[in-house]
T-cell receptor
Framework: GESVGLHLPTLSVQEGDNSIINCAYS??????FIWYKQESGKGPQFIIDIRSNMDKRQGQRVTVLLNKTVKHLSLQIAATQPGDSAVYFC??????????FGAGTTVTVRA | DVKVTQSSRYLVKRTGEKVFLECVQDMDHENMFWYRQDPGLGLRLIYF???????EKGDIPEGYSVSREKKERFSLILESASTNQTSMYLC???????????FGSGTRLTVV
């Protein structure tokens, strides 16, 4: 079946550096993508979303890039902070407002 | 703020027990979902509901059932718990026509 996956299960980044988290998706019909952040002991929280008619969307310190040609999604975090340590999931709409999630990337910020 | 509340953070149950996981949302959302989360597998959809008394199977419904008698409450039922159902269970909701889920904090279930 269709699936959403992340390239790397873990990412270690120095505080203050920029982080890039990657995600590959396989459903070419998906038209909506979301990034979630899950801190330890909490449920996933919405970070940013993007529709397939866009290539880039910016939020506060975060940017999502969408490359539909190669079915690739990325999340960029500027000036990574200790509070950014978490598991990050990408998700795509499969159909009927259901989301399919990747396995997640664990980001660890080094002081 | 939208709030999705799962009644238990941690549960320990014995094999063969019937287990109820409760989820309540306070924003009048039509859609509610149950996922399980396992290391390396991400979130997998168990069941979802678009309206009261409606339910649809997700990707891994075997061994589970659900109940939605009221709009705000969506219950996940493990008819006869097994050790392979040890997992983190996440409930989510969203309004009709929206994709952005709001998640609860999760219930970590251990079946011994």
């Amino acid at each position: 079946g269709e699936s959403v996956g992340l390239h790397l299960p873990t990412l270690s980044v120095q505080e203050g550096d920029n982080s890039i988290i990657n995600c590959a998706y396989s459903n070419s019909a998906s038209d909506y993508f979301i990034w979630y952040k899950q801190e330890s002991g909490k449920g996933p929280q919405f970070i940013i979303d993007i529709r397939s008619n866009m290539d880039k969307r910016q939020g506060q310190r975060v940017t999502v890039l969408l490359n539909k040609t190669v079915k690739h999604l990325s999340l960029q975090i500027a000036a990574t902070q200790p509070g950014d340590s978490a598991v990050y999931f990408c998700a795509e709409n499969s159909n009927d407002y259901k989301l399919s999630f990747g396995a997640g990337t664990t980001v660890t910020v080094r002081a | 703020d939208v709030k999705v509340t799962q009644s238990s953070r941690y549960l320990v149950k014995r094999t063969g027990e019937k287990v109820f996981l409760e989820c309540v949302q306070d924003m009048d959302h039509e859609n509610m979902f149950w996922y399980r989360q396992d290391p390396g597998l991400g979130l997998r959809l168990i069941y979802f509901s678009y309206d009261v008394k409606m339910k649809e199977k997700g990707d891994i419904p075997e061994g589970y059932s659900v109940s939605r008698e009221k709009k705000e409450r969506f219950s996940l039922i493990l008819e006869s718990a097994s050790t392979n159902q040890t997992s983190m269970y996440l409930c989510a909701s969203t309004r009709e026509g929206a994709y952005g889920y709001t998640f609860g904090s999760g219930t970590r279930l251990t079946v011994v």
